[in-house]
């Protein structure tokens, strides 16, 4: 491997121990809530308690991104997470662990990850020029590592928590956040972590932390392409979140099938995503963007949703599920590499916290949704319902002017001003 491209592996790997850790925490957590008080509804109540600071997190600590650097955020970030996880298996060992001590500690949890991740997907431009990598191969094989992290590590999470029990699992995630840490903070130069001195407009060093958070909106805001991404992202997430969360383990239920059809379900498409995601990577920038981007939203969504609306037998279910997966593998990378070439260098923190947190923001509704569709019509009618909305959805780029810059590619030496992306589909 050349030099030039040591930060970009350092990224990688850090990326990939700090999603298996975050997958472990939330297997462990709610095991954990679950043993403690065998109550569905506080589960659901200390995730709430996490996922609420992490989006509203993310999207604030964009300028702080900005203005120390990105690598500077992550290692700090991912520091504070081996301090805030490791206090629950120090709890439990001074047999002091009770409800009332996770619920904040989950909060603080969401409230140190959200600007981690913000910073580490700051960071993929970065390396990207730093390596003289193409966008679409770094954000491709980002996108095969979150989802082998998805397929993998949540499996592994499982065995751990089997294996050791809930608290010394998280002892385990406490680890992994160690290593990302000290992956980033050995691995990515800081020269080329961030360039905060770069501004434009009012002095950047000099702006208030108040005057860079409206910066990054009106950026965002102002851009055609960036709103059309974030309002059709937002809206297939609540609807991908409604399957997965409840229409999924309802048809599980009432078919008889069990709880362990859920998780071979998103295993048959999370595998081909994985090899969708590096053929991306492999490929991508040859590619024409906006028909494969509106191509692989189109096959993700109804055919997905029609084979568990009817009696579909299951190796047709199974065929279906691995193209979408695969198809889906296609979805962030180009989503990635289309974001990180608008957004002007200095601005990178903010705007793609933004971006992203807007993205996820509809997340914490879909089951609401999901199980109120098959409470006021049945099943089958919820999961077509959900299915025709997301096809709609998809046809999005065929209907909004935004997207007609969707295909545009900045020239290649212009790619060192500074354009940024994220991870924004689920």
């Not at 920038?285 to 109804?302: D, K, Q, S, W």
């Not at 997207?403 to 020239?411: G, I, S, T």
Request: proline residues 5%.
């Amino acid at each position: 491997m050349t030099g030039s491209r040591k930060p970009f592996a350092a990224l990688a790997v850090a990326e990939a121990f700090s999603i298996s850790g975050t997958r472990l925490s939330q297997i462990a957590v709610p095991w954990l809530v679950l043993t403690m008080t065998g109550s569905a509804v506080w589960t659901g109540v200390v995730g709430f308690a996490e996922m609420l600071p992490y989006v509203v997190a993310k999207a604030l600590g964009g300028p702080i991104v900005d203005r120390i650097g990105a690598k500077a955020v992550a290692v700090t970030s991912d520091s504070c997470s081996v301090l805030i996880v490791g206090a629950i298996p120090l709890l439990q060992w001074a047999g002091m662990l009770q409800l009332v001590w996770l619920v904040p500690i989950s909060a603080l949890m969401g409230a140190v990850r959200g600007p981690s991740d913000g910073a580490k997907s700051a960071l993929v431009p970065v390396v990207a020029e730093q390596g003289a990598v193409p966008l679409e191969q770094v954000t491709g094989v980002m996108g095969a590592i979150e989802r082998l992290g998805g397929t993998v590590g949540a499996a592994a999470a499982g065995a751990v928590v089997a294996m050791i029990g809930a608290p010394q699992a998280l002892l385990v995630n406490a680890v992994t956040f160690a290593v990302a840490a000290a992956f980033i903070s050995r691995g990515v130069p800081s020269a080329t972590s961030q360039r905060p001195q770069e501004v434009s407009g009012q002095a950047g060093a000099e702006a208030s932390y108040r005057q860079q958070l409206v910066e990054g909106w009106h950026f965002l805001r102002g851009d055609a392409v960036l709103v059309g991404i974030t309002t059709m992202v937002s809206v297939t997430n609540l609807l991908d979140q409604a399957w997965t969360a409840v229409l999924l383990p309802v048809w599980a239920h009432d078919t008889g099938q069990g709880a362990g059809a859920v998780g071979l379900v998103l295993a048959v498409m999370a595998g081909p995503s994985i090899l969708g995601a590096l053929t991306a990577a492999a490929v991508g920038e040859r590619l024409p963007r906006l028909p494969i981007y509106t191509l692989c939203f189109v096959v993700a969504g109804i055919p997905r949703f029609s084979i568990f609306a009817f009696d579909t037998p299951m190796w047709a279910m199974a065929a279906v599920l691995a193209v979408v997966g695969f198809v889906s593998g296609f979805c962030n990378p180009i989503l990635g590499a289309v974001i990180f070439e608008r957004i002007p260098r200095h601005l990178v923190g903010r705007v793609s916290a933004l971006n992203t947190s807007l993205c996820w923001s509809l997340i914490p509704f879909g089951g609401l949704l999901g199980g109120g569709l098959a409470a006021l019509v049945g099943l089958r009618a919820a999961t077509m319902t959900v299915g025709v909305a997301y096809f709609w959805v998809a046809l999005m780029p065929l209907v909004r002017k935004s997207f007609r810059e969707f295909d545009k590619r900045p020239a290649t030496a212009s790619l060192s001003d500074g354009r940024t992306v994220h991870d924004l589909a689920v």
